[in-house]
């Protein structure tokens, strides 16, 4: 069917609506109808660079939430009229890795980036005839989908969607971030950097984990205020006042689990990062670098002798097909605040707009909301 889409075709130029062409889901596919994506800071590395896929024009967009129309052979997780999350990583529950324990991992991972299809190797979006590479094997920046049923979780349908979407990456890995990654425990001291979906959502799972002290770092005002209102314990605007602040309020102990949310990271400030973690405690790495950088600074004596913990994450360390449900059941339950999350919300066409406010801090999260217009 032809739609259309949110499209780059090089670095450093604005998100382009135009008109793409999406095949018919095949054996394991399902076709969705968007109802509301999330915008995500990831989908900002695809245009600085800092994230490269395989090629251009790549088809934005990781979060998302809609309405199953149609599926392949093969599917039976979900059927027509489901109301379904899109998780950014999909997870099959059948490779080794899966078979593991480690959902987060699945093999088909290995596919992130390249954009063709899981189902058959080639590519299901094309652009005047060009193949299109959507993000993450999604690419929920068009009204409609169609994509492999490892990244298709069926939801609550009660879940208004635009809440919904957030679970697909940030809120997730946020979360995990700090209940799975940093294993927050009761009586903890938590500090978070970066005030953003993944952030709050790191916040709201420290807070849930029975953190002591939440010390939340943001150089934007609204941003700490905000991290107050969701159970911040002490707010910073930079990492030099954080340091000083954690090490008054800690008696020098320093936060026992320190987890970097921040739109971009440097190589460079990990040694601040760990020095504000506390001997025997946890850095957390969920932020993404550029792919490129492999300079770290790091004092090497003092990760072993204060035994220091330095640990990746990549969606929150958790089980898409489990979390998704399990989080959305706790916002059901009042135990997640994802309404407030939800800072505004945009139509497609103002895609620019919504990163913009993005970049200038004025969104916890901007959400593209689609109606029969964009249809
Ligand atoms: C990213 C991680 C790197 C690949 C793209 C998605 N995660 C979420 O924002
Ligand atoms: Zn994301």
Redesign the pocket.
Known sequence: MKTKGALIWDFNQPWSIEEIEIGDPVKDEVKIQMEAAGM???DH?LVTGD?PMAGFPVLGG?EGAGIVTEVGPGVENVAPGDHVVLS?IPSCGECPTCQSGKRNLCDLGAL??TGTAVSDGTHRVTANGKPVIP??LLGTFSPYMVVHKSSVVKIDPSIPFEVACLVG??VT?GYGSAVRSADVRPGDDIAIAGIGG?GMGALQGALNAGARNIFAIDPVDWKRDQALKFGATHVYPDLASAMMGVAEVTHGKMADKTIITTGELKGEDIDNYLNMTAKGGTCVVTA?ANMMETSVTLNLAMLTLMQKNLQGT??GGGNPHYDIPQLLSMYKAGRLNLDDMVTRQYKLEQINEGYKDMLEGKNIRGVIRYTDADR
Do not use: E, Q
Request: hydrophobic share 50%; charged share 0%; aromatic share 12%.
């Open positions: 995500c800071h990831s590395h994230i990781h950014f992130l980036l993000m993450t990456c940030g890995t993944v993404v990549i969606f």
